[in-house]
């Protein structure tokens, strides 16, 4: 277990001098498939190709901020380092120990907020903001990072926690409106607490990111045939279920270079080239 110090005056905790468990440091280690439960636990059985690297060292100290109620300076806290991790704790238990343990296993950062947290914050935004200095990243390809993860967290937010039909159903394609909604309801008390999970990394020449959220879950929809040939899908604006009348996997298909998507459709892993 990583110690923990208290800092009331500043609303948050500092989890300190985070040492890696031996099998973290050891890859021939019999028991390294141990390292993928807390990776599984929040965003399902995620395949080979889509997991990141092992940290091989211990993080520094300050490596995570945990709080109460997140805000954007936290956030930007988080992207620039040196930490790796941000855990809001809300006013709901939250398996807090998984997602510092995912974050101390994997090379990666981890933002762990509320809803209420991630509707008053540009997620995608500021994550690619961040990562550019850092990863060296292609404006274009930076560009289509922020697209694809724009609508991976709203997916997350609206219809993974907040229960809402695509903009389409709601307001009539009326954006504006729409986001009011999403903020309204992400603020009352049956939705503020529900979480949404986002890891981000690299591995060698590309660039990966990873959202879930505690909704029920959804079916990949039909794809739109490219070449028009053939049969065309039904219109999913008029779909009885709640996210294939959306465009989001569309633009995420359509920005990142591959995407996977957890068996339950509460989490996708999306990969773009630098």
């Known amino acids: 277990m990583p110690s923990v110090r208290s800092n009331m005056r500043n609303n948050f905790f500092n989890v300190v001098n985070i040492e890696l468990p031996d099998f973290l440091k050891n890859p021939a280690a019999p028991d390294r498939n141990s390292r993928l439960h807390h990776l599984h636990q929040i965003f399902g059985p995620v395949p080979a190709p889509f997991v990141p690297r092992f940290r091989r060292s211990a993080l520094p100290p300050e490596s995570f901020i945990i709080t109460k109620n997140a805000d954007k300076s936290l956030t930007h806290r988080c992207f620039t380092g040196p930490g790796v991790g941000l855990i809001e704790l809300g006013n709901r238990s939250v398996d807090m120990i998984s997602r510092i343990e995912t974050v101390a296993a994997y090379d990666a950062i981890g933002l762990f907020i509320t809803a209420k947290t991630a509707s008053k914050i540009k997620i995608a935004s500021a994550l690619c903001q961040q990562a550019q200095p850092f990863h060296d990243i ?43 909604i999403v903020h309204k309801r992400a603020h009352s008390r049956d939705f503020q607490n529900s979480r949404i999970d986002i890891l981000g990394w690299q591995n060698g020449d590309h660039v990966f990111v990873a959202v879930g959220d505690q909704g029920a879950g959804y079916r990949m929809p039909k794809r739109r045939i490219i070449d028009g040939s053939g049969p065309q899908p039904d219109d999913r604006r008029h779909s009885k279920d709640r996210r294939q009348s959306g465009r989001g996997l569309d633009i995420i298909s359509r920005f990142s270079e591959q995407f996977w998507l957890s068996p339950r459709g509460s989490s996708i892993v999306m990969m773009f080239k630098k």
């Open 138 to 180: 292609a404006a274009n390809t930076l560009a289509h990072i922020e697209l694809a993860v724009h609508e991976a967290s709203l997916n997350a937010l609206a219809h993974g926690n907040l229960g809402l039909k695509s903009a389409f159903e709601e307001t009539g394609d009326n954006l504006e409106e729409y986001y009011r």
